[in-house]
């Protein structure tokens, strides 16, 4: 099957690439965004774990191991300090949820994307528009204010909550409860064509665990404007691997430095070296220095497939897996141009309110730009070679990221620059 460009695919590259997390980010990022692009017109699974007629498995190794969605208080408020949940009970409607919180139905149910009198399954998870009362012992927390990740504890905020917590007159028998400490869940949003599946794999958790996390129905169940809580990883697969094999291993004892097998004896310190050095024992040429591409300057080539989108000095090279583009340093506001004529499948941002912009080319090609402000296209406009699409951005360094995108797959740019 000829994989081929279809336009309702590429308008799905804007909620992929919204899309993060974990992953480091952009490279994986802008991949999922461009395998939806090529896709067929079925759906396209890449995942063949159990389907090439094996029976080995490796579907739960490759699970991350998460953490368990903290307990709610007596209203079903969990707290944590960029945002707070509301988790519903058996029977509750949004109206019955939106009384017990405090908050008005009607604003409730516009930021989750629901109606006022629609029912909700028990523990199914509704977001806040904005903060109510926080959990305390007089909520039946089980201590007082948001969810604190374990590093941000300090010794005053114990003291202070003890303080806080304190009854007026002394009561041995009652310890004061400590903050709650744990992971601040990433909040996420749906859009038109998401599946549960696609988000878990997105963020490389099982589909069970973000249904559990979230209350939803056994058949993974998702609407558009829902909020979803992407269960906290506390340990992959890879981390428990890696521990089991340091933890097995024996250290071996080193001899100290210059300790080892003699250097054996150089054979010319055994015979004088002739009298006469033959004629064809020519002095050695110098080798040419190797380019060194990180101190290149970018210099356009009228003859190349296509020309640098930033005049500047190339930071970082490409490196398959790792880095999948190259960085080009220039000085802020120096302007980002397209690399070749095409039109613009994407103008997004990911959750790092990073700018990205994806250009479509013919022959199945795309340029990906990264960290591009001041973007003076659209969506859906048509862009010729050396047009500028933005500017660079404010940083230290201030640079581009650079890809080309052959389908799917990365590939060097420097081989469509020169």
Partial sequence: MTPRFNKGRIEDIEMTLQATRRFPATAVLVGSALLLTTACERPLDLDLRGRLGSSFDTS???QAVVATRPRPDDRGIISYPNYQVAVARRGDT????????GLPADELARHNGIQPDDSLRSGEVIALPRRVAEPSPATGATSSGPIQP???VTVTELASAAIDSAPATPASSTAAPAVQTG????????VRGETAFTISRLYGVSVRALSEWNGLDKEFTIREGQYLLIPPVTQTSSTVRTTAAASSQTVASTEPPGVG???PTPPSASKPLPAVTPAA?????????SPNLAAETT???SSAKMAMPVNGTIIREYSKGRNEGIDIAASSGTAVKAAASGKVAAITKDENNIPIVVVKHPDN???VYIRVDDISVAKGDNVSRGQTIGKIGSGDPAYVHFEVREGFDSVDPTGYLR
């Fill in 60 to 62: 739960q190794a490759a």
């Fill in 299 to 301: 210099k356009p080539s």
């Fill in 365 to 367: 090609v795309m340029t």
């Fill in 183 to 190: 992971l601040e869940p990433i909040r996420h949003k749906v």
């Fill in 150 to 152: 374990a590093s941000d």
């Fill in 261 to 263: 097998s003699p250097t």
């Fill in 281 to 289: 024992a020519s002095a050695p040429q110098p080798k040419p220095a």
């Fill in 94 to 101: 949004l109206q019955t949820l939106a009384a017990r919180i």
